[in-house]
């Protein structure tokens, strides 16, 4: 099972909301991976969870939380968005460490920031 | 950031046609990825590349890696409807947290 899932699909929020997107994997990977994909763009890095630690903060603005409550969930935590943040949020997840491991991404959420 | 050369950006082909498609970078990875991404869906792995020269195939996909650790390709072949969508590259460094390095996708179109 190479499943990744994410919720919701789809979320529209103003930009005083707090929302929160959410993934979940059991493939019992350890590390775990938001990106950000613009349209007809490749995905862009924003954080990276290893052993339920961020080890990566690709310099994401602080409306952005990240959160690895354990070893196969990742939220996304959202405050105060802007509408440039409208975007396709995607989350992967694969084997920590150095090695050639594939990252797996799910289906991702569709954000609209009104 | 960085992001690899992939060619071409689009490719309207007709259903039965082979397809290539290429990426370049000007430093070496460890690893090649190829995803395919269709509209609303997130990256589906495709073919994974571990060592330069290596050839793999998934039915009628076809991927390399490059001898020099800087390139790789994908053929389609007799491609079909259902092949339409985005097709990545990615190069992926071991030391470096396995971070995956993108190519700006290749964009195909296939005419029944």
């Known amino acids: 099972d190479t499943e990744v899932t994410q919720t919701p699909k789809h979320l529209v929020m103003g930009m005083t909301n707090k929302k929160s997107l959410k993934c979940e994997q059991h493939?019992?990977?350890?590390?775990m991976y938001w990106y950000k994909q613009k349209a007809k763009k490749p995905p862009e890095l924003m954080f990276v969870?290893?052993?339920?630690?961020?080890?990566i903060n690709e310099s994401v603005p602080s409306r952005f939380s990240p959160e690895c409550p354990n070893s196969s969930l990742l939220n996304l935590h959202l405050h105060a968005l802007q509408p440039e943040d409208s975007a396709l949020y995607l989350c992967?997840?694969?084997?920590?460490?150095?090695?050639?491991?594939?990252?797996?991404f799910g289906p991702g959420t569709r954000l609209t920031v009104t | 950031g960085q992001q690899l050369n992939q060619s071409p950006q689009s490719m309207f082909i007709q259903e039965g046609e082979d397809v290539s498609m290429n990426c370049t970078s000007s430093?070496?990875?460890?690893?090649w990825l190829w995803y395919k991404q269709e509209p609303g869906e997130g990256p589906v792995l495709l073919i994974a590349?571990?060592?330069?020269?290596e050839l793999t195939s998934n039915g009628r996909l076809t991927a390399q890696f490059g001898i020099t650790r800087k390139d790789s390709f994908l053929n389609i072949s007799a491609s079909i409807p259902s092949d339409v969508g985005i097709y990545f590259c990615?190069?992926?460094?071991?030391?470096?947290?396995?971070?995956?390095?993108f190519g700006g996708g290749t964009r195909l179109m296939v005419k029944p």
């Open positions: 969870y290893s052993y339920e630690k961020l080890s």
């Open positions: 493939m019992g990977h350890r590390a």
């Open positions: 992967a997840s694969s084997q920590p460490g150095q090695g050639g491991y594939e990252q797996y």
């Open positions: 590349l571990y060592k330069a020269g």
């Open positions: 990615a190069g992926q460094l071991w030391n470096a947290g396995n971070m995956l390095t």
């Open positions: 430093s070496i990875f460890n690893t």
